[in-house]
């Protein structure tokens, strides 16, 4: 079963849900990916999601130099990186 997502913001999580219910997520219309790193990362190497590559990313938390490099080589939108105190 196939899905298409279109809306602002969704978070890696809320997607990452996704898996267990649909074959192929489309997230071409989606304009914000927020989330940790390491969710960001499996939704980039998931073969079920499509239309990632011109979303932009909120990386929640800590991300290194080389994990915003891997990022950017597979999204051309803008990546933030937010971190939180706590």
Same mark, same amino acid.
């Given at each position: ?5 279109? $809306?602002?913001? =969704?978070t890696a999580n809320s997607l ?5 219910t649909y074959d192929n997520i489309?997230? $071409?219309?989606?304009s914000k990916i927020i989330g #940790? $790193? ?6 980039? =190497?998931?073969?079920?999601?499509? !239309?990632?590559? #011109? ?16 990022? $950017?080589?597979?999204?051309? !939108? ?9």
């Amino acid at each position: 079963m196939n899905t298409s997502i279109t $809306s602002e913001n =969704e978070t890696a999580n809320s997607l990452l849900e996704l898996l267990e219910t649909y074959d192929n997520i489309n997230i $071409s219309g989606v304009s914000k990916i927020i989330g #940790t $790193s390491s969710d960001i990362r499996c939704i980039i =190497e998931s073969d079920k999601f499509t !239309g990632f590559n #011109t979303t932009n990313l909120a990386v929640t938390g800590t991300s290194d130099s080389n994990t915003i490099s891997y990022f $950017s080589l597979n999204t051309t !939108g803008i990546i933030e990186n937010i971190l939180y105190d706590g």
